[in-house]
């Protein structure tokens, strides 16, 4: 229910969904007398104004093919026209890469506000595996804000140009912060970030973790390792548990670190520290219907 007509002009660059755009649009343009479901039907080309009353209500989706008519039936313009093309593309593709693909672009054309480029960084942020390793690695008493020297510290493979960057990066979100002489130290700052930019750079970063954890183990002595498999036949019961039972042990994981933090408290001064990485993996190694096998409908994260 829409408590109050929308008064102020609306800007498609603030959206990641074409239906909350869409409607408020529509609540503007009733409230400056600038739109009925006849005209929308006229310049639209559609016979009936119950597929728009359908895309609002999400019943059905836009297709794309017709996004031209809804642009013309809502008297976009070039510049918001392509933009609700995206918003279309990105909200229908049926794989993760095409939402991708779509994602970025939108984010590139969202208007240069400060709070637009700051969602553009937080993504970036999440979405590479070395921008966490990066600011985690700052906590170690011999590191130098030195791209080579990271470089050469790190197991993955990363460029220069992309440590100088991720740097720059992780203090304009204020996770990096300089101390009273100058040097970089992490902040406890909180990264709160929107689902859809979660979502999309969770993908991105468990991507290119599982590649750069391929290239390592073919470096990396056993002694330095440790990989464990187990395959077997479950139902949806034990899949969920088997979820819980990870989320559980990463909570006793990070309680663990925390309490051999190399803090007063942690581990005494001396003692030798080196970056890891600890990955657990629940995946799928065959296929079948996935609403079937969950009993409810995928909610596409």
């Known amino acids: 229910m829409i408590e109050e007509a929308i008064k102020q002009p609306v800007e498609i660059n603030s959206y990641m969904d074409y239906v909350p755009y869409i409607n408020d649009l529509v609540q503007y343009k009733r409230n400056i007398g600038n739109f009925s479901f006849r005209a929308f039907c006229k310049k639209s080309g559609f016979k009936s104004p ?25 008297d976009l313009g070039k510049r918001e026209s392509r933009h609700l093309q ?11 890469k095409t939402r991708k693909f779509f994602f970025e672009e939108i984010l590139t ?25 990066i600011r985690e690695l700052a906590a170690h008493p011999d590191f130098r804000e030195d791209p080579e020297w990271i470089q050469d510290k790190l197991a993955g493979t990363v460029t220069v140009w992309e440590i100088k960057h991720a ?18 130290r992490q902040n406890d700052a909180e990264l709160h970030t929107g689902k859809e930019v979660e979502s999309m750079a969770a993908f991105n970063y468990h991507s290119e973790v599982l590649k750069e954890s391929q290239e390592i183990l073919m470096k990396v002595s056993h002694r330095l390792r440790e990989f464990s498999s187990t395959v077997s036949l479950i139902d949806r019961e034990a899949f969920q548990e088997l979820k819980k039972m990870m989320h559980r042990f990463q909570d006793e994981v990070v309680r663990f670190i925390l309490s051999k933090s190399h803090q007063p408290s942690g ?14 993996q629940l995946l799928p190694f065959t296929r079948f219907d996935e609403d079937e096998f969950l009993g409810g409908k995928n909610d596409k994260k």
């Open 167 to 184: 740097l720059k990066t992780l203090e304009q979100l204020n996770l990096f912060v300089r101390d009273d002489r100058g040097r970089l």
């Open 86 to 96: 995206l918003l279309v593309n990105y909200k229908e593709a049926k794989d993760l």
């Open 50 to 74: 119950t597929y728009l009353k359908w895309v609002l209500d999400e019943v059905r989706p836009i297709s794309p093919k017709s996004v031209h008519r809804f642009a013309e039936g809502l």
């Open 267 to 280: 581990l005494p001064i001396g003692d030798k520290l080196e970056l890891f990485m600890l990955n657990m």
């Open 109 to 133: 054309r969202r208007s240069r506000k400060e709070e637009n480029a700051f969602v553009r960084e937080q993504y970036e942020y999440l979405s590479h595996w070395y921008y966490v390793t």
